[in-house]
Each structure stands twice: as structure tokens, then as C-alpha cells.
């Protein structure tokens, strides 16, 4: 094994400016450590930076999942909900945890997020919502889908889990749906070790947010008078303990909105580095054996993606050779790990739909992420091209 390039999935996303943060709010006598002040600010910080009113943070990107599925059910009932077959697990457990039926749509080989003329034909009278995900960093809205959507009434839900500061027209991904997801796990663009977030415009499902995120609790309500309503209908109950609906703990812990106001003000400049990087990386690739061409404006990559341009399995293998030979960490079947629908938990309910999703099923094989971050030189990348343009296609 030569491993020359020794590049892993991510590195250094949280440096010492952050821990050095962390280690000054432990030095006082009794700091608060569960969700606390820190939190809220950093709340407060990604709303603006997001351009949306509110925010709500949670422990992780898959509880944002859960939380927001949760509020869909809770304030728009049971039904469908249209997700792709190429996301993170946590989408499509959320869509079955709450009990919606998931309807699943394939992709654009270009965005990698759901294609949107086969959304618009899967639309019926049961559709509660569209629950798509931006694929790492690629935007996946189009503004016929959002006017669609807002024409018909149906909330539109964004995972933009893997797409910190990617944009759609003048606005980032994330401040378009009704609700939208965010991850801070430590390979993302900004990262509180394990943390989420759920933002959106909406009062009233911010403060259902609020409550589901803390037992459904009524008293992690803002807002005054909602809390005064309940306490008049529920003379019965200590004000302290009035539970409006069956919920989580999915806190947060103040550590990690330290560690998030931390990050958030160098977000912008790592991800300029980011957007460089990608771009050099798809420039210099053979486009006769890789995809080249994805929708790069206004995408906001952790990670490279490398798809072949054709099912050529031979050189695929040849690819998984060099990258482990070479010490390149890579991610087989991008998001998730390809397509969702042939993981044990929904082979169990749908057979052989697997099949009927043939672009997911291409990166399915095909293709892998690799690590993006700002301090990755430029020679690597330059490098690792060099690598993959010589691997002879198969035959
Ligand atoms: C698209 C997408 N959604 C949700 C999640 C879940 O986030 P977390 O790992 O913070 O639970 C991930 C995880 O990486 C993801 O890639």
C-alpha cells in the first residue's frame, strides 16, 4: 500500500477557537451545561444567517428529521409523503415513524436531488408533503416545484442536512420550505459535534417545535399567551407539567451552541474554499469516464462527488483500488450509502421497488464522496485526477 495521499472524509472541522471557547465557559464556578442561553443565541445567529425568522436546536440532524415529521403529523394529519430513494436513513425512518406512507421519486443525475417533473406527477389529494434533501451541497429546488407547491398547499420540507450555505436564486436552501433540517455532525460544513436544527417562518410551528423538542411540554412555549391558554383549559394541572402532545427529548446541550456560535462566522469563508475545491476537482477529471457536469451554482460541498459516466463495473473496481491504495477515504453510493429502498428496512415493505429507480440506482454503484475541507491543498486534488484519469475503462 503506497497511502500517499493520506486524506480522510474530514479534518479539523472543529479547532482550537472552538475548544478553547468550551474550556472558558467550563472554567466558571456552576456553568450551565444542558440548553441554556448559548443555545438560544446560536438559534438566534443561524436564523439570521439563514435568512428565516426561527429556529430550533436539537441534538442531532436525524431528531430535526423526526421533529419536523412529527409537526407535519401533529398539524396536517396522516397521508404521503414524497421522498427520494437516495437520502440519509433517518428521512425515510421519520416518514415511516410517524405513519406516513413514503412515496419515493428518483433523481437528477445533475442535482442528485429528487427530479422534479416525476415530484409534480406524484402529487395526489394524500400528499402532506414533499420532504426533499439537498444532496451534498447540490441545490434540488426549482422554482416550479416551490410555485406548485404553494399553489396546491403542500408543505414543502428541506433537508438541507448536507448543504450548509448552498443557494437556490438569492436565497440559501434551507429558508424555502416550510420547515427545513440541518445536521452538525462532525463531517459537515459546521459541526457541534452531534447537533440539528429545524428553521422555518412559521410561528405557530415554531412554538410546536419548541414543545416537541422538550416532551411536548407547554412551558417550552415563547409564547405567553399560548402558555395562558392552556393553563386556563387545564385548570387541573401544575402549570409546570402540561404535556401537549407525546413527544422527545431531543435537547441540546450548551456546549454545543458553543461550540456552533464558534463556528458560524468563519461557515461562509470555509465554504468558499469548499466551492473552489469541487470546482477544481470536476474540471480535471476525464468527463469520457466521470460526470462532470452537476449543478454547481450556488452549491456549498463537503464533500467531492465522484460518479462514473457510464455502469462500467470494472472500472469502478478499479476506482475502490486506487482510492484505498492511495489512502483516499471515500463513501461508496454517495448520501446514505445509495439507494435506500435496498436496505434490509425497506426491502421488508417493498420488494423489489429498488429497481424502478434507475439513476439512484447508478450511483447505487457507481459513484462515492470523498473529503472537502479548507485545509485539503490544491495538489491533491490536482493529484488524485491525475490517478483516476488513467484507469482504464473495462471493456
Ligand atoms: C441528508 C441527511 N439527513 C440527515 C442526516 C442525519 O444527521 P445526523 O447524523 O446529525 O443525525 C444526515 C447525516 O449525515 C444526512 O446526510
Redesign the pocket.
Known amino acids: 500500500m503506497i497511502q500517499d495521499l493520506q486524506w480522510p472524509l474530514m479534518a479539523n472541522n472543529i479547532n482550537r477557537a472552538d475548544l478553547d471557547a468550551v474550556i472558558s465557559h467550563l472554567r466558571q464556578d456552576d456553568p450551565r451545561l444542558t440548553h441554556g442561553t448559548n443555545v438560544a443565541d446560536f438559534e438566534r445567529e443561524w436564523s439570521e444567517w439563514l435568512g428565516v425568522r426561527h429556529s430550533v436546536m436539537v441534538n442531532?440532524?436525524?431528531?430535526a428529521?423526526l421533529l419536523s415529521l412529527t409537526a407535519l403529523r401533529e398539524l396536517h394529519g396522516p397521508g404521503e409523503v414524497i421522498v427520494p430513494p437516495l437520502?440519509?436513513v433517518?428521512?425515510i425512518a421519520a416518514v415511516l415513524q410517524c405513519g406516513f406512507t413514503p412515496v419515493f421519486v428518483d433523481i437528477s443525475p445533475r442535482s442528485l436531488g429528487m427530479d422534479t417533473d416525476q415530484v409534480l406527477k406524484k402529487l395526489t389529494a394524500e400528499t402532506r408533503a414533499v420532504f426533499l434533501?439537498h444532496i451534498l451541497g447540490y441545490n434540488a429546488l426549482e422554482q416550479r416545484l416551490l410555485d406548485e407547491l404553494s399553489a396546491r398547499n403542500i408543505p414543502l420540507i428541506e433537508?438541507a442536512?448536507?448543504s450548509h450555505g448552498a443557494t437556490f436564486r438569492s436565497g440559501k436552501v434551507g429558508s424555502f420550505g416550510w420547515q427545513s433540517?440541518f445536521?452538525?455532525?462532525y463531517?459537515?460544513h459546521l459541526s457541534t459535534i452531534?447537533?440539528?436544527m429545524i428553521s422555518t417562518n412559521d410561528a405557530n410551528l415554531y412554538q410546536v417545535l419548541r414543545m416537541l423538542r422538550s416532551h411536548g411540554m407547554v412551558r417550552e412555549s415563547s409564547d405567553e399567551s399560548l402558555r395562558q391558554t392552556y393553563r386556563d383549559r387545564y385548570p387541573d394541572l401544575n402549570p409546570n407539567f402540561i404535556f401537549s402532545f407525546p413527544a422527545y427529548n431531543m435537547r441540546s446541550t450548551e456546549i454545543a451552541g458553543i461550540i456552533g456560535r464558534s463556528q458560524l462566522p468563519r461557515l461562509n469563508a470555509n465554504n468558499a474554499i469548499r466551492t473552489r475545491n469541487l470546482q477544481l476537482f470536476l474540471v480535471n477529471l476525464d468527463p469520457a469516464k466521470y460526470q462532470t457536469e452537476f449543478a454547481v451554482a450556488g452549491s456549498s460541498n463537503y464533500a467531492l462527488t465522484l460518479v462514473l459516466r457510464h455502469a462500467d463495473h470494472e472500472l469502478w473496481t478499479r476506482v475502490e483500488e486506487a482510492l484505498l491504495k492511495h489512502g483516499v477515504e471515500f463513501r461508496r453510493g454517495l448520501?446514505?450509502g445509495g439507494n435506500q429502498l435496498r436496505q434490509p428496512y425497506l426491502r421488508r415493505l417493498f420488494g423489489d421497488e429498488f429497481t424502478k429507480y434507475p439513476c439512484v440506482e447508478h450511483v447505487h454503484f457507481h459513484s462515492a464522496y470523498i473529503g472537502n475541507y479548507p485545509a485539503l491543498p490544491s495538489e491533491k486534488i490536482l493529484k488524485l485526477c491525475g490517478i483516476l484519469n488513467v484507469l482504464p475503462a473495462g471493456k
Not at 60 to 63: F, P
Open positions: 442531532s440532524g436525524s431528531s428529521n437520502t440519509w433517518s428521512d434533501t433537508d442536512c448536507e433540517n445536521s452538525f455532525y463531517a459537515h452531534e447537533g440539528g448520501s446514505g
